[in-house]
């Protein structure tokens, strides 16, 4: 699903307006009458969409005798910063490139295991160009690179299909090409993970040996996108 079939989906007006409040640097007091001034809506137009946005995770509020006090949530600002990477693609089609920082750390063995699957592997051998070596590498990220990478997941991308085997379902997978010290790799997305603040890498060779990596060593990967 790509970035703007994403954004169809949210009240995306009444994000930006609340961002321009300043409820994206924390919690910012507001009227229904003010959005709807704002948005040229109706007064309940406007308390269904808040109404959405919260039920969507993109805001969290909180009622107040003359108002209500409303701050944008960490994927509010994923889908206004994919917001606007599509206009900007839209309107300046020219490559670019995130780079997002964290720490090696050790996972939890499920890369390995998702690797050995042999679907995987063939898929991933079609859309990232090499044969991967069977684990990731697993970064966690800084607070700043979190976000990045929630909005990096909702733009185009290669993507491997889901498949299901006897013993259970695997979901799909994007792919970004990317650079790891000067080492071509692929970041992998898997759509259905609950780690948000883990980045997870593939390439050709086990990329701990070959760039001679350890737990706690601070890299920087940048992704094409």
Known sequence: MTGMRLIKTVPIEALIQLAKEGARRGGVRISLNWLADRSGISRQTAARRLAELEGQGLIERTMEPRGQNVRITSAGLAVLRAFHQELGSILKPIPRSMKLSGRVATGIGEGSYYMSQTQYIRQFEK????????????????????????????????????????????????????????????????LRSHYTDILEIIAPQNLRKALGLKDGDIVQVEVVV
């Open 127 to 190: 859309e990232a160009w090499f044969a991967p070596y069977p684990g990731t590498l697993d970064i966690k990220l800084d607070k700043d690179s979190v976000g990045l990478k929630e909005m990096i997941a909702r733009l185009p991308s290669r993507e491997v299909p889901g498949f299901e085997t006897k013993e259970r379902a695997f979901g799909p997978v994007k792919l970004f090409p990317a650079k790891l010290r000067k080492s071509r790799v692929v970041m992998v997305l898997p």
